[in-house]
């Protein structure tokens, strides 16, 4: 698994990134992808938030 994580980031960092070295592709590429996973992990639990909120103002 570590090995297909390291050639999607190193993938990934050459796409997003191409002008910069290999260890800096792979590093900002990983920083994306934790950025991402970490903005969509936020936006559903506020989601979750707000219609939990809503569904309890309208019951009552």
Not at 12 to 29: D, Y
Not at 30 to 52: D, N, R, W
Request: a positive charge; one cysteine or more.
């Amino acid at each position: 698994m570590d090995y297909f994580l390291e050639r999607f980031f190193a993938l990934l960092g050459r796409v997003i990134f191409p002008r910069r070295q290999e260890w800096e592709q792979r590093r900002n590429a990983k920083l994306v992808c934790g950025v991402l996973t970490f903005s969509i992990i936020l936006g559903l639990a506020v989601m979750k938030l707000i219609k939990m909120i809503y569904f309890k103002t309208k019951a009552g």
